[in-house]
Nanobody, 124 residues
Framework: HVQLAESGGDSVQAGGSLRLSCAAS????????MAWFRQAPGQEREALGI???????IYADSVKGRFTISRSNADKVMWLQMNNLKPDDSAMYYC??????????????????WGQGTQVTVSS
């Protein structure tokens, strides 16, 4: 199976943008549903969206219109483009891999493979 590593986290001001990457190593990236989650201190892990093996993305209402998920199966990478960032977006961001079908955002228990996380901090 794959191993995942996130990168791209940073400290930005409100209204700014960041692009996070999730690089996979190992075989079979193209067979996995991929997802982004985030977790702020003292809060539950929140699903942001998923992307199917074919590249169709579904978003949580909290980020719809501001965040975009994409992937390259050839390069074994998934991205999270985040625009118009708000202080409430500050969190540790994680990517995760799960098994199809990829037709709905699912809870974290449905994703057996996780990266180590990358920190995003948004200041007002």
């Amino acid at each position: 199976h794959v191993q995942l590593a996130e990168s791209g986290g940073d400290s930005v001001q409100a209204g700014g943008s960041l692009r996070l990457s999730c690089a996979a190593s190992g075989a079979g990236f193209y067979t996995y549903c991929m997802a982004w989650f985030r977790q702020a201190p003292g809060q539950e892990r929140e699903a942001l969206g998923i992307i199917s093996t074919a590249g169709k993305a579904i978003y949580a209402d909290s980020v719809k219109g501001r965040f975009t998920i994409s992937r390259s199966n050839a390069d074994k990478v998934m991205w999270l483009q985040m625009n118009n960032l708000k202080p409430d977006d500050s969190a540790m961001y994680y990517c995760a891999a799960g098994y199809p079908p990829c037709t709905a955002i699912r809870g974290q228990e449905m994703y057996p493979i996780w990266g180590q996380g990358t920190q995003v901090t948004v200041s007002s």
